[in-house]
């Protein structure tokens, strides 16, 4: 899976939980450019990752947003 799969607000989900409390492996793309912003859907943390890294952790798509359906 490529970052090109992923659009604005899609829900994904990572190779590894996130470290807050819950430990959620969801996330939410909040910024798409040359780095990407996602935000954990349990503690509402923002993480910043280049592409790179980004293409490396990312485990599946969860679900799409429906107002950026082609």
Do not use: W, Y
Not at 28 to 57: E, H, P, S, W, Y
């Amino acid at each position: 899976m490529v970052i090109s799969d992923v659009g604005l607000n899609d829900i994904v989900e990572m190779k590894r939980p996130h470290p807050c409390g819950g430990g959620s492996k969801r996330f939410k793309v909040i910024r798409l450019g040359a780095d990407v912003k996602i935000q954990c859907l349990d503690c509402g943390k923002v993480l910043m990752l280049t592409r790179d890294q980004f293409n490396k952790r990312l485990k599946k798509i969860v679900s799409k947003d429906p107002s950026s359906a082609d």
